[in-house]
């Protein structure tokens, strides 16, 4: 069964630096995002794009993120300067036309020290 | 007022029994509702969609309230594996959309 797979499973990183998530979404889906989950709160949403473009944005996903698709199968996202407050799980997901389900990758914990 | 919202619990309920979780959203334009499960630390699974007329996987039925404003999820025959935490989503499209969670219901089914 296919399924969004996301690297690394955990970053530990300097306040100030910059990190990338990568996320590979299900093939032939054309629908993704991008949510986090600070730990004992709730998923929340940051992103998503489509057709190669940003289709919508959270009040959270300020100038210090952004998203990219560099090539057919990978999407990331960037955080270009990292504070305490970014740590948290990063869960990347996709979705097909039709639905709105969507599915998520097992995510990639973020902790800033 | 939150957007979505749910109980917290813990339910814990014994092996065997019947659940049921509530979860309600404040915006009367949304249009897709969804249950998730996510086991500690990992991401959300996605259960089953909510249709307007009700539907039904296994033991699982998910009921949806347009004039409420409610979801509902009901577990029969609760087993051990089902211990979770159930996240129930809403959007304002059928798709391509973000989803919208609640905090999630903590469910402890215990022998």
């Known amino acids: 069964e296919p399924e969004v797979t996301q690297t690394p499973s955990h970053q530990v990183t300097q306040m100030g630096q910059e990190v990338i998530l990568r996320c590979v979404p299900i093939s032939n889906h054309l629908y993704f995002y991008w949510y986090r989950q600070i730990l004992g709160q709730k998923v929340e949403f940051l992103v998503s794009?489509?057709?190669?473009?940003?289709?919508?944005k959270s009040e959270i996903f300020d100038d210090q993120f952004s998203v990219e698709r560099p090539d057919g199968s990978n999407f990331t996202l960037k955080i270009r300067s990292t504070k305490l407050e970014d740590s948290a799980m990063y869960f990347c997901?996709?979705?097909?036309?039709?639905?709105?389900?969507?599915?998520f990758g097992p995510g990639t914990r973020l902790t800033v020290l | 007022r939150k957007e979505v919202e749910q109980d917290p619990g813990p339910f814990n309920v014994p092996e065997g029994a019947t659940v049921a979780f509530n979860c309600t959203y404040s915006n009367s334009a949304s249009q897709s509702f969804f249950w998730y499960r996510q086991d500690c630390r990992k991401e959300p699974k996605l259960l089953m969609s909510?249709?307007?007329s009700g539907n039904e996987d296994g033991r699982f039925t998910a009921q949806l309230n347009r004039a409420s404003q409610y979801i509902s999820l009901l577990i029969r025959d609760s087993k051990l594996s089902d211990s979770a935490t159930y996240l129930c989503a809403a959007s304002l499209m059928e798709y391509g959309n973000k989803l919208v969670f609640g905090a999630g219901t903590i469910l402890r089914v215990k022998s």
């Open positions: 909510v249709y307007s």
């Open positions: 997901a996709s979705g097909t036309s039709g639905t709105n389900e969507q599915f």
């Open positions: 794009f489509y057709n190669n473009e940003i289709s919508e």
